[in-house]
């Protein structure tokens, strides 16, 4: 039985500052009429459909020689011999962060015996419960012990923890990087030609420093290396150097002496595309710029020449023979926590016991062939919902799904982040994904179910960026795929902007001109036509919104609306020449042919509206806050000549008490003869509001 938390100080604020509705009908922008709107409440039928997404979070690719694709295999402790697996269990999560200290979990492979070792001061062999973050990099050091660098701990900042696998201890050795006050992430770790362990941060602009460790002492080179990097994506250094690569929007290569002495930029390239990647090898680090490498040494870069490489080898510290992985065939299931590998030709699985399983939040879905298809955004999973209400969990993506619609052949299709993944899923032939391979973007399109259609992200044959974070896809009367989102470190601003791509037939074409660059991806409808697309655009600075009027086949913009407020939230069609939205506490319909909001309905300080839908017998549905933050009251207004009743269907209320999860998706299932459904998404349960055709 899960208890209901207090209500929170926000809560109670958002009691006391709640205040009547008011319909208010816009003319010209300008508000000329205010009544109280009519409103009724029918009988709640209101139903949970559970929590189909449960899954523990270990870690099992944690190989340093092949990172994020291969399990990580060591001798038994002390020995030169057997099958040692070294996995990393996350425990419960929030956005893939631990919330306490993630523990190792050590498995001997040849009797099937597991343990767990959990994380300890130096200082007093006490166990660290708070979290130290998520794993970001991990390598190993000349001193054969693991090195793994975290982002997000508890109190900010990323921590080092070195793991040793012949003592099975787990040690935090702290957050190296202090400065301005607040510590900051780390998001890269190497070790140098000269054996040390180098190490680099991510911040804010210009919140780019490094260390480097002699695994006995920590030296931080605390003065940041430039104003405006972010991140120290590559790290090496030498016996009198630290080489520091640094972007993402555009790239510098440092060298930061040892002695103190002033930093040199030894290459730099304006612009994200081209980046300056770094590896050690055991004569020296090197640097590589497009098709020429450059040999680092002593504050230098020494030019290879075109298309030539290093000649020595990469420095790679293991404890364990490179070819050992290959033959055990290991698979980890987070479903049912069970480990199944391949050991002298002979088949077995553990089932791993006391891995902490997580309920992860409903997220975007979609009504296919009369089948409601759901996904977890933070598990990357798959749901389908059964006739008889229970639940089938297709498989993983290896990506988060932000979008899924029906195409126009009753496939399913997903949109995605990173790179823009687009998907297409067959409902009638089994799936098969190879999720690492989506993971780490090597996934070849149209191999698989779902199908890779295209990464929307990279430039089309005309050199256009399409979007990162595919938020809303649509298929139009013609078969055109658009997708709708925001670009990200590709474009010409420094953060996010606005873009939409489409997709037809095997071709790409994306569309974010610069005026784009100023708005923020908001919502998308298809036109009554079902040819053009409206794409709603908040502006970046914080003033009004606007919704852009999309023609997908000439790939342009055919007609611009501003509208008389910010924040908008997702649109949906209500008629011919009529789109509702929302924003804030606000609902709103506008008129396309004249620009013009004609109905308006605000619903006091405090009530949030999260989404929005119109519903097959043409209501305006939203959900939004009611009294507590994880209480939420959902509702249709009819529309009429300028006036709405607004009919309250039901209230919800998270029995998570997760203040974190909002419900921000509503979904109409099809008419039948009693009325329709309105399926809510986005928190940990998903709902069913049952609506007749008396309401």
Not at 206 to 233: M, Q
Not at 246 to 260: T, V
């Amino acid at each position: 039985m899960k208890n209901l938390p207090l209500i929170s100080l926000y809560s109670l604020l958002l009691v006391l500052t709640a205040c009547s509705k008011k319909v208010e009908l816009l003319q010209n922008d300008v508000t000329t009429k205010k009544v109280q709107p009519s409103e009724t409440v029918v009988a709640s039928s209101v139903e949970s459909l559970g929590s189909p997404f449960k899954s523990s979070n270990v870690l099992v690719n944690i190989n340093p020689a092949n990172p994020n694709f291969t399990p990580l295999v060591t001798f038994h402790p002390n020995t030169n011999s057997g099958n040692e697996l070294i996995m990393i269990d996350n425990g419960e999560t929030n956005n893939a962060t631990p919330l306490q200290a993630f523990r190792f979990v050590s498995v001997n492979l040849d009797n099937g015996s597991y343990k767990f070792i959990s994380i300890t001061n130096p200082s007093d062999n006490s166990i660290v419960t708070n979290s130290v973050g998520r794993v970001v990099r991990y390598v190993f050091g000349k001193d054969l012990n693991l090195y793994i660098v975290t982002e997000g701990s508890y109190g900010g900042g990323g921590h080092i923890i070195q793991y040793n696998p012949n003592t099975q201890k787990a040690i935090d050795l702290g957050k190296p990087f202090l400065l301005g006050g607040k510590y900051l992430d780390i998001y890269s770790i190497n070790v140098g030609s000269d054996g040390m362990l180098y190490g680099g941060s991510f911040g804010g602009s210009g919140e780019v420093i490094t260390f480097r460790y002699n695994y006995k002492t920590f030296t931080v080179d605390a003065k940041p290396l430039d104003n405006t990097s972010r991140y120290v994506s590559y790290i090496s250094g030498d016996a009198n150097y630290t080489y520091a690569a640094c972007g993402e929007n555009n790239w510098y290569l440092y060298a930061i002496p040892k002695n103190g002495g002033s930093v040199k930029t030894l290459l730099s390239s304006e612009g994200a595309s081209y980046r300056i990647e770094m590896v050690t090898y055991t004569d020296a680090p090197y640097a590589a710029l497009q098709s020429m490498h450059y040999k680092l040494s002593n504050g230098t870069a020494i030019a290879l020449g075109t298309n030539n490489t290093p000649k020595t080898a990469q420095i790679l510290y293991t404890p364990y023979p490179l070819n050992k992985i290959n033959q055990l065939q290991i698979q980890w299931n987070n479903s049912s926590n069970q480990l199944s590998y391949v050991l002298n030709g002979v088949a077995k699985s553990i089932t791993v016991n006391e891995i902490l399983s997580n309920i992860y939040a409903t997220g975007a879905a979609a009504f296919v062939n009369n089948t409601l298809f759901t996904c977890s955004n933070n598990l990357s999973s798959i749901g389908k919902l059964n006739i008889d209400g229970s639940w089938n969990i297709l498989g993983s993506m290896g990506c988060n799904v932000k979008s899924i619609a029906a195409s126009n052949r009753n496939t399913v299709l997903f949109g995605a982040y990173p790179k823009g993944n687009l998907f297409e899923y067959q409902p009638q032939a089994a799936w098969n994904l190879n999720t690492d391979a989506v993971a780490n973007g090597i996934l070849i399109p149209n191999t698989s179910n779902p199908a890779l259609l295209s990464r929307q992200q990279n430039a089309d044959a005309a050199g256009v960026y399409g979007p990162m974070y595919i938020n809303s896809n649509m298929q139009t009367k013609n078969n055109i795929i658009v997708t709708g989102g925001d670009n990200d470190r590709i474009t010409a601003s420094s953060g996010r902007a606005l873009s939409v791509g489409t997709y037809n037939n095997g071709v790409v074409k994306n569309f974010a001109p610069q005026e784009f660059a100023n708005y923020l991806f908001a919502g998308m409808c298809l036109s009554s036509d079902s040819n053009k697309v409206y794409v709603a655009g908040n502006a970046s600075n914080g003033s009004n919104s606007t919704v852009f009027e999309y023609n997908p086949s000439t790939n342009s913009i055919t007609k611009r609306i501003s509208l008389p407020f910010a924040d908008l939230g997702n649109i949906a069609l209500y008629n011919k020449d009529t789109v509702a939205g929302y924003y804030n506490d606000a609902v709103f319909l506008f008129s396309i042919s004249t620009g013009k909001v004609i109905w308006q309905n605000v619903l006091g300080s405090g009530q949030r509206i999260f989404a929005l839908t119109v519903t097959p017998d043409k209501k305006i549905s939203i959900i939004h806050m009611y009294l507590q933050a994880i209480h939420f009251k959902v509702i249709n207004y009819t529309y009429a000549n300028g006036n709405a009743v607004a009919t309250t269907l039901g209230e919800i209320t998270d029995s998570y008490g997760d203040e974190n999860t909002k419900p921000g998706w509503l979904t109409c299932g099809s008419v039948t003869a009693t009325g329709y459904s309105i399926y809510v998404s986005g928190l940990k349960e998903l709902f069913r509001i049952n609506v007749s055709k008396a309401n």
